[in-house]
């Protein structure tokens, strides 16, 4: 969890001076490097259709890793954040409704723990925002 809000800060910092097309290069760089010394520990020679979807999970990583950044480039991250987690609740229903797995209860309390606060940090935000143009 601390390299991903490594990664999600440097991405902000950086979407100030580069293109998001740059930033999602470094940083799909940067990650190239330990996964790759992990294959040399665990490498199978993946199939045709291995291969394919590889290419295809690849791909649309990097274009959901693009929309990130540029959502990162227009909106401060405490903004872009409660969006993101919107997807624990899509994957809990993907999970139920696919492999008919229902969240367990630290599932459900992780969850009511992360709206609970980003709830917190944008209301907070906004108090913020509001006091600052109050005061100018």
Known sequence: MLFVTCSKLIAKSLS???????????????????????????????????????????????????????AYKIADISAVEPVVFARLVWAAIVGWFMFAEFPGLWIWIGGALIVAASTWLARHESRERRRKEKAA
């Open 16 to 70: 100030r001076t580069d293109q998001p097309s740059t930033i999602v290069a470094y940083l799909s760089l940067t990650m190239m490097v330990p996964s790759g010394l992990a294959l040399f520990f665990v490498w199978q020679t993946p199939t045709l259709m291995q291969l394919l979807l590889t290419v295809a999970i690849g791909f649309m990583g990097s274009c959901g890793h693009m929309l990130l950044t540029t």
